[in-house]
């Protein structure tokens, strides 16, 4: 797997120093933050991630100690998928045409490191799925979700739940915390395959193979998931969370199911367990895996709730390429 670039820009890539990240990074690793409008999730989740057996922090320094990028990646099924979750560059190297090149550099890097990797993913803004095709992966589309942001202040937030919840408490009363029993029911066709496209579970937009030692892994990170007991087979999922930033609290949370009412059970549940957790203004990240219920979804957090809309929210797409094998192009 060679990185081909042209001339100046090779022999600068060629200089970089690549190293794995320490917790006494922190704070020049701040410097490549990208904002992402004050809800980075890469500051309150840094340390926990350096910890983190299966992800993978990768640095690049110039030669006079001088962070310029940094990726962070990590492995699923028993290390044959390696998802890319972002690539920050440092603000001084932006628009000097070597972004390519250092996503490259760092990826080459790790594929050395993973002999049983088959697979490389990752998840996009499904309006510029421009830079990650030109890595030279051949990347193909697995599906798209959306994304809603909203904010509320969480007392205000509580007091329209507890009256909202009494409509749908049919479908609310069989929503239960996820156990490991589930699974069983959770490897029904109906799930598994219909409301789980590419068997893929969502944590925010993250993408995990479905299996019991993912699900074992989102509950140790203290992951708040909960599935309907109404059946045979589990017809709905939802799997939230949350994190510190600069502009507050943050709670995120993915819905998947394809009915109506299980779907607006799940965001009253899923933000009841939010205001039990956090005060004052929290953010939601509302995420809906199928695209036929963001709009009624988007509606309700709004006119119901009363959930004040931002503007940061949008389509993802889910990238997958099973050739780990650069095509031999410049860039």
Sequence with gaps: MSVQVQGHDQDVLAKLKIRDAMHVDYDAVLTLESGRHGYDCLPALYHRWVDDPAVTLRLAWTEEK???AIMVTWTDDSGETIYLKTFRISPDWRGRGLSIGLRRLLLTETFKESPKLRTF???????APQLIKRLGLPVKSKFKVETIFLQADEEALLAKLEDLQRPIQSTVSTIK?????DMKRMLADEFASKILPERTVLDDTDPYSFSLPNMKTLEERKCYI???????????LSVGGSYATSRGTVYYFAIHC?????????????????????????????????SSLTEDVAS???EAMGL???P???????LESRSLVWEEKKI
């Design 66 to 68: 001088v962070l310029v």
């Design 177 to 181: 915390s996820f156990k490991n029993m």
């Design 226 to 236: 909960l599935v309907d007991r109404s059946g045979p087979a589990v017809r709905s």
């Design 312 to 318: 940061y929210g949008g389509a993802h797409e889910l």
């Design 258 to 290: 394809k009915d109506r009412q299980l779907a607006k059970s799940h965001v009253v549940l899923q933000m009841k367990h939010a205001c039990g957790e956090h005060r004052g203004n929290v953010t939601f990240i509302v995420t809906v895996k199928d």
């Design 308 to 310: 004040k809309d931002l």
């Design 121 to 127: 993913r990752t998840m996009v803004d499904a309006k």
């Design 300 to 302: 309700y957090c709004k």
